[in-house]
């Protein structure tokens, strides 16, 4: 089986050898080639396509997709057997009529390979279809044959005397016609339908030279005749057509049975399908006829016969095409009055727009619907029908869907006939292709109702119930409006302070009260083009259009206006505002100082509002990112008015930011900080300053974070005091210290030893047991351990007083730590049970820029603790000329980094270990 298209090469060009050869050794042996090698061709073919159909029809068990492979092999069978047959009826002397043989052969094979491709898969995929390739094929080969016969009367009657070779000729013109037709007209499959087509009409052609030949033969004596050397040349034509035919026939075959494929162009059963093939032959004929008559030609009966048939068979083909047509309008008939009465009954409005949106065509919902009559419409672009604010996108989605664009949506206002605006809703195709429309399509809905209810719903949901302010959704929607129309604005994020606390004291009903005065508070303090809203709780935002100056400016009204008493029935409160204020397109990084805000900078009013950070560096962000700036200035403004009366207005610094997320990664790591071993002393000693003898150390909390790095206590123990953690965190720095001394002391070393503890820890109930216990824990003297408090953190009040009496009952020293920045007068000394007093630098340093002595002051702090029995250290030692400060005035006692520096007990120890040494 020759199945490979370089095998077949191979094959074609030893067979023109071979044929070669033959015909230069004689006609008999090239008549014997040619039969030999066209019959083995042919059965290996035909075998090879009935294998083919055998597998098609056990592979989809059906005979419908095999019956054509089945018949073009047969075809190629009787091919095979007809030439074997005629070769040696022409070679074998006692055999007569060869040609006979050759033209049942061809008059059997030629119909066989035509079914066999009308029955292939995507052909001609009903009868009809069938009929009318077979009546296109017999109208152009019938129609081509009288033409030829008018033409060539003399030779034709010749060369093809009598019945059977006229038969065979027109036979073959006309199943090559079929042949051709089918493969042009294919539905599906297109390629393996024209090389079907292509070897059957090369096949039908082959048979149709090889009877010609052996007709005009009487016996094998003719084969020596002086026209022997165009009989080779002739039959080695036909062999080698006869050769080709069934190896592309097989290839097709094989191609149609791969997956189906697409349809093509031509319609599906063929109606109106096609291309003009009758146009050529038929003008052919007709110009033939015209010519033979003006040359005085008469027709005889076999011209008379064959336009008789190529007439009949156009008229067919005709008749067949007007029923074609009726029935397709019929069906357009049909689908236009089914299309009408869809559309009649529809509450959609259609309107059908040519390519330059003119409206062509609308439906008679219009006047049901809109009150539009085909006057107002028609002829008219549709977007003049539309609202102008509206036109604008409308015509660019119309324009997307002439582009190709689906599904496609517009919205927009149209006019009625009364002159009113409905709000509509279009979907839009592009039914341009569609010949029953040929235009775009727009169906158009009212949705006014629809409308109506959604600005119904968003006045509810836009709006907060409470207050009647809008809300945070609203907010956040003007927020990403304005940085999209505007050029310049702010954001103002406003919390009430201690809000919480008036539900707990006074109850819901006044909670609700206060909130709704402070709404009108701010509805009248905010100018007529802002947007007061309530974002949730007791927060509200403002979005302004005034520049981050005057917006700061606004914020410091807001702020003194929500400090005033709410005067309520029965009940007054008294709040206060914590302010953050962003800009509207950007933040700064506060490198550059005020820019433009130092006028306001460091601004103080009734509600004790104050400072602004500098504003530089504008970056890009939404509206989300607005208000977290915003929220960050704001927490940034409590945490400086924190411990203070009134709130503070702030305006976003990148800094903030910074500090904000150090101080969230505090909040995350501190739970947990002493189990995970990241919390550490460090001690510094206090010297008396004649000798520069260590008397004491103080002991330092530090955190020391594998990522943060060392943390100071002055920003982490607030933090710790927010989560409750602050207890924790003393009493192990209280062990720890106690810890060391005990080891210090073991060693000889008398030395005393100070602990910081906040004014939360020493008012709290459990102190004066956690410091007993570690005293006694440690086996430290009592009196060596002092309990230092800061200055600014220490209450005046009684709590305090007993307090630090109960220390001194413990035998427990007590110390005022940097005295001097606080707000302890002198005269209060008196009545605190302390036992040190640890004098800030501020005290005994010279102030910038003046050459006035510091020492008169340390002077009467030192005299006055003096006859109060108080000890006083001087603490911030940096130089020489602070030690003969203290000393004239009669200090003994110093502590600073002139003396040393906190260090580790390890170093300690060594700093110690020297001065004992040197002293001792």
């Not at 060369?159 to 038969?167: D, K, S, V, W």
């Not at 049901?368 to 672009?381: A, E, H, K, N, Y």
């Not at 009592?782 to 309990?787: D, K």
Request: charged share 20%; net charge neutral; glycine share 10%.
């Amino acid at each position: 089986m020759v199945s490979n298209p370089r095998t077949f090469w191979l094959v074609l060009v030893t067979a023109v050898a071979a044929f070669s050869a033959a015909a230069a050794a004689g006609p008999v042996l090239s008549l014997g080639a040619v039969a030999a090698g066209v019959a083995a061709g042919s059965l290996v073919h035909a075998g090879a396509l009935i294998r083919l159909a055998l597998r098609v029809h056990h592979g989809r068990g059906s005979f419908g997709p095999c019956r054509g492979a089945g018949f073009l092999g047969m075809g190629a069978l009787f091919t095979g057997v007809g030439v074997a047959a005629a070769g040696a009826a022409a070679l074998t002397p006692s055999i007569a009529a060869p040609g006979r043989v050759a033209a049942v052969t061809t008059l059997v094979a030629a119909p066989t390979f035509l079914l066999g491709l009308l029955l292939l898969p995507g052909t001609a995929p009903t009868v009809r279809a069938r009929l009318r390739r077979l009546l296109d094929g017999a109208g152009i080969g019938v129609t081509l044959c009288y033409s030829v016969w008018v033409l060539a009367t003399a030779p034709a009657a010749s060369t093809l005397a009598g019945p059977l070779p006229l038969t065979v000729a027109v036979t073959c013109c006309v199943a090559v016609s079929v042949a051709v037709v089918t493969g042009l007209r294919a539905v599906r499959h297109r390629p393996a339908a024209l090389g079907c087509a292509g070897g059957a009409a090369l096949s039908i052609v082959g048979l149709g030279v090889f009877t010609v030949l052996l007709s005009a033969l009487d016996g094998p004596g003719d084969l020596f005749g002086p026209a022997s050397g165009r009989i080779c040349a002739g039959l080695a034509a036909a062999g080698l057509a006869l050769l080709a035919g069934p190896f592309l026939i097989l290839t097709g075959a094989r191609r149609a049975d791969d997956a189906p494929s697409s349809p093509h162009a031509a319609d599906s059963d063929g109606t109106l399908a096609g291309y003009p093939l009758l146009i050529g032959p038929a003008l052919l004929a007709v110009a033939v006829s015209v010519l033979h008559l003006l040359t005085g030609g008469r027709f005889d009966r076999t011209a008379i016969g064959l336009g008789f048939a190529a007439v009949v068979a156009v008229a067919l083909r005709e008749a067949l095409a007007a029923r074609d047509i009726r029935r397709y309008a019929r069906t357009l008939a049909t689908r236009e009055a089914h299309f009408k009465t869809l559309v009649a009954g529809s509450t959609d409005v259609t309107v059908v727009l040519d390519a330059e949106l003119i409206v062509r065509w609308q439906s008679p919902a219009a006047a049901r619907q809109f009150s539009l009559s085909d006057q107002d419409v028609l002829g008219r672009p549709f977007v003049g029908l539309l609202h102008p604010a509206d036109a604008g996108p409308a015509t660019g989605a119309l324009h997307a869907v002439l582009a190709g664009e689906q599904h496609v949506l517009v919205q927009a206002r149209l006019r009625d006939g009364f002159g009113r605006w409905r709000d509509t809703e279009s979907t839009v195709s592009d039914q341009r292709a569609a010949p029953e429309v040929a235009g775009v399509v727009v169906h158009v809905r009212d949705v006014g109702d629809r409308a109506q209810l959604q600005r119904s719903l968003d006045e509810v949901t836009w709006t907060d119930e409470q207050t009647g302010l809008a809300n945070r959704r609203k907010f956040l929607a003007a927020v990403t409006e304005a940085r999209g129309t505007t050029t310049a604005g702010s954001v103002l994020l406003v919390e009430l302070d201690r809000f919480e606390s008036v539900a707990d004291l006074h109850g819901p009903t006044v909670a609700n009260a206060v909130l709704i005065e402070a709404a009108r508070r701010l509805r009248t303090a905010v100018g007529r083009d802002d947007l007061p809203a309530r974002l949730g709780g007791a927060g509200f935002g403002v979005l302004t259009g005034a520049s981050l100056v005057h917006a700061f400016a606004l914020a410091t009204r807001l702020a003194t206006a929500l400090a005033e008493p709410f005067h309520l029935p029965g009940h007054t409160v008294h709040l206060a505002a914590d302010v953050g204020v962003a800009d509207l397109f950007g933040a700064s990084d506060g490198s550059s100082g005020a820019s433009g805000l130092s006028g306001a900078s460091g601004f103080s009013g009734p509600s004790g509002l104050s400072g602004v950070s500098g504003l530089s560096g504008a970056f890009d962000l939404g509206a989300e990112g607005v208000l977290r700036h915003a929220d960050i200035a704001r927490r940034r403004a409590r945490q400086v008015a924190r411990g203070r009366e009134g709130g503070r207005v702030e305006c976003y610094d990148r800094s903030f930011e910074a500090a904000l997320v150090r101080r969230t990664d505090m909040e995350q790591q501190l739970p947990g900080i002493v189990g995970r071993g990241e919390l550490d002393l460090v001690y510094q000693p206090v010297v008396e300053l004649a000798q520069r003898r260590p008397v004491g150390v103080e002991a330092l909390l530090r955190w020391r974070h594998p990522r943060l790095g060392v943390v100071p206590p002055q920003e982490f123990l607030p933090v710790a005091e927010e989560l409750g953690l602050a207890d924790e965190l003393a009493e192990w720095a209280l062990h720890q210290a106690c810890r060391q001394l005990s080891r210090w002391r073991a060693d000889g070393r008398d030395l005393w030893m100070s602990v910081n503890a906040s004014a939360r820890q020493l008012a709290a109930a459990g102190w004066l047991a956690t410091v007993a216990t570690a005293v006694d824990t440690h086996c430290v003297p009592a009196e060596s351990l002092i309990i230092e408090v800061a200055e600014a953190s220490l209450p005046d009040d009684a709590g305090a007083v007993e307090q630090l009496a109960g220390l001194r009952a413990l035998g427990v020293r007590t110390a005022i730590d940097h005295f001097g920045t606080g707000p302890t007068a002198l005269a209060h000394l008196r009545r605190l049970p302390v036992d040190v007093l640890k004098i800030d630098q501020v005290l005994f340093s010279e102030p910038a820029g003046q050459r006035a002595p510091a020492t008169p002051i340390v002077d009467v702090v030192v005299s006055l603790a003096r006859r109060l029995g108080i000890d006083v250290i001087a603490c911030g030692l940096e130089t020489e000329s602070h030690v003969d400060v203290v000393r004239a005035a009669g200090c003994q006692l110093g502590q600073g980094y002139l003396l040393s520096r906190p260090d580790h007990a390890e170093h300690v120890e060594a700093f110690l270990e020297r001065h004992r040494t040197r002293l001792f």
